[in-house]
């Protein structure tokens, strides 16, 4: 392997690992006393110390040592996890990610002063304890003088220095951890260590195994080689379709046969594809406690995220399109929804709010929801304000119902804010969230009770490669009408057409279920070769 194939994993698994580091500072600031996230984090920063060592990258090294030693105060619980020692370390991964950035870009962590992230994370670290360091030569030429001499260093520390043996297994912990001071070597600070601390450090490596079985499970595959993969099965889905249009017209049951197993198997083989292709949205929403944090101590605001259908999955172009427009959402919810927390204890609220992200299946479709219990949208102020900056005439706004006027927030240069700041105010961000979800088929929705909180809904497609579609006949050429674009199909056999289809003022209208359908005939639409139409086979009511 060469160098830059191993700087190249290196940046991918590092990438990898901050945004884990994120997550687990978040938890860890709400769970202080949860040890085995503690260990993760500490595990994480060893490693990306490690390998940056040993790719000569000094500056980075120097920034993740910094953190190393805090952490491992933290994990020796000589410290208390505090939200300044959070916030200092959230620093530490910005200016990681920042340097691998410019690794990516450049191949050197750039021209760089972290002196001042340096001396914040030293000025953090408590001076250790000065632990009892037991010198094996010593208790040994003591145990011999004595006649007693016992039968490993482990009696010896414990017979003569009074260490438990809890803290003997400590130690012989950190020899496993990479120490590679001898067992007598490793000071050990009597009375430090109890038997919950080795049954920690067990469950730690025994989580650090079942991991290491997990990622020999998986390989990481170039996106181009998928997009690849999956056009030639593109490809291979239409020569199959070929295929079957001719066997359809062919009498030999061998063919038959033959492409009806082709069929199988293309089916197969395209379901199989896409899944490398789809991942979970959980992948991006990981990212949103820090985004949730930041966004509400820039504001002072208390705010608790919730997230449910993490696993729901949609394919990895779906998911690069939407992540800014969900980052935009959420720090919206959280500077403009949820209010501040005496704000809400007048109106009878818990002083932190609730942000909720939903995601789940439906019809073919991935929906979404961003829901906050903050005061919600007031519909006379923003009918004041879009009549303000020309966005509608003052005859339309009283015209229009209170749903339309909350979906006046997604116009160009609309904004309700009193004043701007460095999360909103400057008319920005709700246009091109509904622009960039409508690019991918997608459909956006709010809907808010004043006081109670706001909900955005967004419907996408699972995926772009594949589209399914209904494909109609019309002047002799064949379209495709997208089946997200289809609310239900009825088919007229040739009786009912005569007796089910009604003239109204000359249009012709079908009753379904008691209401009036009016009928569109798609060669005047696309304004064909003017034919009489006649209505036969299958009909389409369109949403």
Not at 109 to 136: C, H, M, N, W, Y
Not at 226 to 240: I, S
Not at 306 to 316: A, N, P, R, Y
Not at 450 to 474: D, E, H, N, Q, S
């Amino acid at each position: 392997m060469s160098d830059s194939d191993i700087v190249q994993d290196f940046l991918v698994e590092s990438s990898e690992n901050l945004d884990r580091l994120d997550r687990d500072l978040i938890g860890l600031e709400k769970n202080p006393k949860d040890n085995d996230a503690l260990a993760g984090v500490f595990r994480t920063i060893h490693t990306i110390k490690g390998t940056c060592g040993f790719l000569a990258f000094n500056k980075l090294e120097k920034v993740v040592h910094v953190g190393e030693n805090l952490l491992t105060r933290l994990r020796d619980g000589q410290l208390a996890l505090t939200p300044e020692i959070t916030t200092a370390l959230l620093s530490m991964v910005d200016a990681v990610r920042q340097m691998l950035s410019q690794i990516e870009i450049g191949g050197q962590e750039g021209e760089r002063d972290d002196s001042a992230l340096i001396a914040t994370l030293t000025s953090f670290q408590q001076p250790l304890k000065a632990p009892a360091k037991i010198e094996v030569a010593q208790v040994l030429s003591s145990a011999s003088e004595a006649g007693t001499l016992p039968a490993s260093i482990g009696d010896i520390l414990m017979q003569t220095a009074g260490v438990t043996p809890a803290e003997i297994l400590l130690a012989t912990e950190k020899q496993r951890e990479g120490d590679p001071r001898r067992l007598g070597e490793i000071p050990v600070e009597q009375g430090s260590a109890q038997p919950s601390d080795i049954v920690d450090a067990k469950r730690i490596q025994q989580t650090s195994r079942a991991y290491a079985a997990a990622s020999d499970s998986t390989i990481r595959v170039d996106v181009g080689l998928l997009d690849k993969v999956m056009n030639l099965v593109g490809e291979l889905v239409l020569a199959r379709n070929q295929v079957l249009q001719f066997a359809s017209r062919m009498q030999d049951a061998s063919f038959l046969a033959a492409s009806q197993r082709l069929n199988l198997i293309t089916t197969e083989l395209q379901a199989g594809v896409m899944k490398t292709r789809m991942q979970p949205i959980g992948n991006i929403w990981g990212q949103f406690p820090r985004t949730v944090r930041d966004v509400a101590l820039g504001c002072g605001k208390q705010v608790n995220i919730e997230m449910e259908g993490k696993e729901t999955e949609l394919d990895k172009t779906i998911i690069e399109a939407i992540k800014d427009p969900l980052t935009h959402l959420v720090r919206n919810s959280v500077d403009h929804g949820i209010e501040p927390p005496q704000d809400r204890v007048q109106a009878g609220k818990a002083p932190a709010g609730r942000l909720i992200l939903r995601a789940f299946h439906e019809g073919g479709q991935v929906n979404i929801e961003i829901s906050d219990d903050g005061a919600g949208l007031n519909p006379e102020r923003i009918r004041q304000k879009a009549v303000e900056r020309h966005l509608i005439t003052a005859e339309q706004a009283a015209r229009m119902p209170e749903r339309e006027i909350f979906n006046l927030i997604f116009l160009p240069g609309f904004s309700t804010a009193e004043k701007v700041t460095n999360v909103s105010g400057r008319g920005v961000g709700m246009d091109v969230v509904k622009t960039n979800v409508e690019k991918i088929g997608g459909t956006v929705d709010l809907q808010s009770s004043t006081g109670l909180g706001t909900t955005v809904r967004l419907k996408i497609p699972l995926t772009l490669a594949i589209i399914p579609a209904l494909v109609v006949t019309c002047g002799g050429d064949r379209y495709a009408i997208p089946q997200v674009s289809l609310l239900e199909l009825v088919r007229l056999e040739a009786e009912q057409v005569r007796t089910a289809i009604e003239m109204v003022h000359g249009a012709p209208v079908y009753r379904l279920r008691g209401r009036l359908l009016p009928l569109v005939y798609l060669s005047r639409e696309l304004q064909l070769a003017e034919e009489s139409p006649e209505v036969t086979g299958t009909m389409s009511a369109r949403k």
